[in-house]
């Protein structure tokens, strides 16, 4: 069975410290994901900081940051002081591997 890259990325958080959880849904009536704040897949919280995480492969990440510089409320995010990332997940051999952008 595939493991999506937002599973990944709350494994990865859960095993550093941090209480991740889900934060993006599925809007049934418009059949598309929406995410927290128009960018955000996962929430974290721990070692006394909130952590905003998008999540995706590693071919899209490049997409994905212009995707949450242009979001609306990232001003926002960043004077309440959350760490920004998005995290590209690939499997090139046998193991997972992330590439993490900081835009905080």
Request: glycine content about 6%.
């Amino acid at each position: 069975m595939a493991i999506s890259p937002t599973q990944l990325t709350l494994r990865m958080l859960r095993k550093q410290g941090y209480r991740a959880e889900v934060v993006e849904r599925w809007n049934p009536h418009a059949m598309i994901r929406q995410d927290l704040f128009k960018c955000i897949d996962v929430i974290a919280i721990g070692k006394g900081e909130t952590v905003g995480v998008q999540s995706t492969s590693y071919k899209n990440v490049a997409s994905r940051v212009r995707k949450m510089a242009d979001a609306e409320a990232i001003g926002d995010l960043r004077e309440a002081g959350w760490r920004l990332f998005v995290h590209g997940w690939r499997k090139p051999k046998h193991r997972w591997e992330v590439r993490e952008v900081d835009i905080s």
